[in-house]
């Protein structure tokens, strides 16, 4: 039996509910530590030997460890090919480049607009802070012009990089799950046919709805 | 014949970014100049090829993608073997290569870009003045960000191991830019990231870059 892969942090985080994601999709069992984040114990001078930046997730596995949540997700993919989902993560250079690249989109231009809605509308009211009315128009604006392109490319193919489900559609999934369910702005994805489609997909498997049982756990 | 193309413009970072990697590889490819002071990258045929409208656009044979960091780990991948070794063989080193790659990606990168925006492309293109506010909350930002390399420069001569690879690589074209504004004291002040940017800078890949970059 391997020992479990261990993952640092609160299944709330976005980033590492796509560590998680990404685990049980490929079948990998890990261990979820938990980082306690009230008390800045992500900033602790022994939580920064693993993570430098003081963020969540950290990862380990054996004698590697790793933190950036979708790198965390390549290596995954990458050591256990063939296991689980064995497509997730393309089977072939040519498949990982298109993988690739829509991973870079939503690391680059969905997940900069959607985390600081995520941030402004699910976040700083629970933690009572004042709400940026400016960032939040701001920045519904650039996700709606990246969510014209995705409407765009989802009504060419059944999911971003092809017609299986990859690693650059489940990166999407924890930013989109705030957004849907805690911001209230189900209409960003429900306004476009094809992106609301592929989000009932993506947000419908079993792996996801593992993370939002483990996430509901953790807030209750 | 080359069948690789490179769409873009050699004074943008992202373009650069491909384009010094394809140097690092020795691999012939084919420039195809967006004309962007027209408006090229917002009209068809450019938005084929990436629908967000931004330079550069790569294609190799049947492939077709855009997103720099997409394409430079695609180079690396499958033409392991040519030119220099960009992404260690070893699977755990080449783990850490993608971590130094997302720290790039997510933390040097936006400070990165809004200082060469307030330095450089604002004045060039008419935008405005500089201004100082701007600078200074990203300065502090990329401070922070580069204190993480000065310690992660005492355990390792490059950022993800101590060959260099494409973590190293992805720095190059802000870098470079950053070189050329008051900003550079940032890389000066901390001894380790001021020893990396020679080094690295000094790679006979982005002196090819540069040339065409003053060519342009
Ligand atoms: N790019 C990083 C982002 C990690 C991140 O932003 N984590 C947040 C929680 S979702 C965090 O730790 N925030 C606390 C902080 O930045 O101090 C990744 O993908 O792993
Ligand atoms: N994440 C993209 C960024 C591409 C990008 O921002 N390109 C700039 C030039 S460096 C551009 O085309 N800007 C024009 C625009 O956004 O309209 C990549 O790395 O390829």
Not at chain 1, 174 to 197: C, I, M, Q, W
Not at chain 2, 85 to 93: A, C, F, V
Request: glycine share 6%; charged share 25%.
């Amino acid at each position: 039996m391997a020992t479990p892969v261990k993952v640092y942090g609160p299944p709330l985080s976005t980033a590492v509910s796509r560590v998680l994601a990404c685990l049980l999709e490929k079948d990998v069992q890990f261990q979820l530590l938990p980082v306690n984040m009230a008390k800045g114990e992500h900033k602790s001078q022994e939580y920064l030997k693993i993570q430098p930046f003081g963020q969540v997730p950290a990862f380990q596995d054996e004698s590697i460890s790793l933190f950036e949540s979708r790198a965390i997700c390549r290596y995954i993919c990458d050591k256990h090919a063939e296991k689980g989902n064995k497509g997730l993560y393309g089977l072939d250079q040519l498949g990982k480049a298109s993988i690739d690249q829509w991973i870079e989109a939503e690391g680059q231009s969905f997940n900069p607009a959607s985390s600081i809605l995520v941030f402004q509308l699910a976040f700083a009211p629970r933690m009572r802070l004042p709400q940026d009315e400016k960032a939040i128009k701001q920045n519904e604006e650039k996700l709606s012009k990246v969510l014209d392109v995705y409407e765009q490319r989802l009504g060419e193919s059944r999911y971003l990089a092809g017609d299986e489900f990859s690693l650059a559609d489940l990166s999407h999934l924890p930013n989109g799950h705030y957004l849907v369910n805690v911001a209230d702005r189900a209409e960003l994805f429900t306004s476009r046919k094809n992106v609301d489609r592929w989000w009932n997909e993506i947000s419908g498997r079993e792996s996801w709805k593992e993370v939002v049982e483990l996430q509901t756990k953790a807030s209750s | 014949m080359a069948s690789i193309k490179v769409h873009g413009s050699p004074i943008s970072t992202a373009t650069a970014r491909v384009l010094v990697c394809l140097y690092e590889k020795d691999l012939d490819y084919e420039f195809v100049l967006v004309d962007m002071k027209n408006n090229e990258h917002k009209k068809h045929p450019f938005l084929s090829i990436n629908p967000f409208g931004q330079v550069p656009g790569f294609q190799d044979g049947d492939l077709t993608i855009f997103e720099s960091r997409a394409i430079t780990q695609y180079l690396a991948k499958t033409y392991a073997n040519k030119g220099n070794q960009l992404i260690p063989n070893d699977p755990k080193k080449a783990a850490i290569v993608s971590t130094w790659i997302e720290v790039e990606g997510h933390h040097y990168d936006p400070p990165g870009v809004a200082l060469s925006f307030e330095h450089l492309v604002k004045p060039l293109f008419g935008l405005g003045e500089t201004d100082p506010a701007a600078v200074a909350e990203n300065e502090a930002k990329l401070g922070k960000v580069l204190d993480i390399y000065e310690n992660q420069l005492s355990k390792n001569k490059f950022l993800a191991g101590d060959e260099f690879s494409l973590a190293d690589l992805h720095h190059l074209p802000n870098v470079s830019y950053l070189l050329a504004t008051p900003s550079k004291k940032l890389f000066e002040s901390r001894p380790r990231v001021n020893a990396w940017v020679t080094e690295i800078i000094a790679r006979p890949s982005w002196a090819k870059v540069v040339a065409l970059r003053n060519q342009s």
